[in-house]
């Protein structure tokens, strides 16, 4: 289906006289569910100058004006309809089309329900502000976007990647054990790699994290998404903590359990939210007393 990307752009008023009340009224504070409804009002209304003066720079100077306009012109879609459903972390976004490439830079993951052509379908597309208003992307070939089945310049996504968008980026934060009167700063790193059709998981700390014997950095063993499936447990090896199971549910509760960290066996339970972590943190040390800790993270 036609997903949507986007970037940031100058704002010009809209070919017809209501939806371009609707604009200039968001030209102050704009947002991308206002733009996303905004653009899915001309999508419907096949209100081509709208979707033409809101196309990212990097598309016209990519595809060309003169073929911009030619597919702009094609996409009436009475059916177009976009709602959000969760915004995700905010980074460069690289636009492909013709063989060449741009990077927009500031472009934030956002997770859509979009209907197209009477195609219904969960994907993620990229928002970026700038200058308080924002532009979108598509690849200005005809039948290369428009088909409901095929590509899109935000490229086809699982339901997997879509439901992990608002989750993914950088975040960076503190542990302390609370017993023992320690502690470090600590970065975790999530990404998808789309090529490979993982969720990669990197961290960074300082401190005895977890009982370990000296700051480090480590990335974790990637997990497929084909294989993920929603509630059930994720398993690996962390060559510094041992093996550990995460367990997690629909309100946010996740579960780490490492039986054989470095000082025993650790148990992180915590809530994550789209762009912060609240955890705590129980060990029970070999010799059998325990020891608590926190962990705070936000996303940068």
């Known amino acids: 289906m036609l997903s949507l990307v986007f970037g940031a752009w100058v704002v010009s008023s809209a070919s017809d006289p209501s939806l371009a009340g609707a604009i200039s009224k968001q030209t102050s504070a704009e947002t991308p569910r206002s733009f ?19 196309l990212n720079p990097a598309v016209l100077y990519i595809d060309g004006s003169a073929s911009c306009h030619r597919y702009l012109s094609t996409l009436k879609d009475s059916t177009a309809h976009i709602e959000v459903l969760g915004i995700g972390s905010t980074g460069p976004y690289l636009y492909k089309s013709r063989g060449r ?76 054990d609370t017993r023992f009167n320690v502690g470090g700063s600590i970065t975790v790193v999530v990404a998808i790699d789309k090529p490979n059709q993982t969720l990669d998981i990197s961290l960074t700390f300082t401190g005895p994290l977890f009982g370990a014997p000296a700051p480090g950095t480590e990335s974790l063993p990637p997990i497929s998404l084909a294989n993920m499936t929603f ?59 325990t020891s608590q800790g926190t962990v705070n993270l936000t996303r940068e």
């Open 36 to 54: 996303l409804a905004a653009l899915a009002g001309a999508l419907r209304k096949g209100d081509t100058r709208f979707l033409f003066d809101r």
């Open 231 to 289: 509630g059930s447990p994720i398993t690996g090896t962390s060559a510094i903590f041992g093996p550990y199971t995460v367990t997690y549910n629909a309100s946010g509760t996740i579960k780490v359990t490492m039986p054989s960290c470095p000082p025993g066996s650790c148990t992180l339970t915590g809530t994550l939210q789209p762009g912060k972590f609240t955890g705590t943190v129980a060990v029970v040390l070999h010799d059998g007393s």
């Open 101 to 176: 490439s741009a990077t927009v830079a500031g472009t934030t993951t956002v997770s859509v329900l979009e209907t197209l052509h009477g195609v219904t379908g969960v994907t993620a597309v990229h928002v970026s502000k700038h200058d308080g208003h924002y532009t979108w992307f598509t690849w200005c070939v005809a039948g290369k976007a428009s088909a409901p089945s095929s590509a899109s310049a935000s490229g086809v996504v699982s339901l997997e990647e879509a439901a992990l968008a608002p989750y993914l980026g950088t975040y960076s934060g503190t542990w302390a």
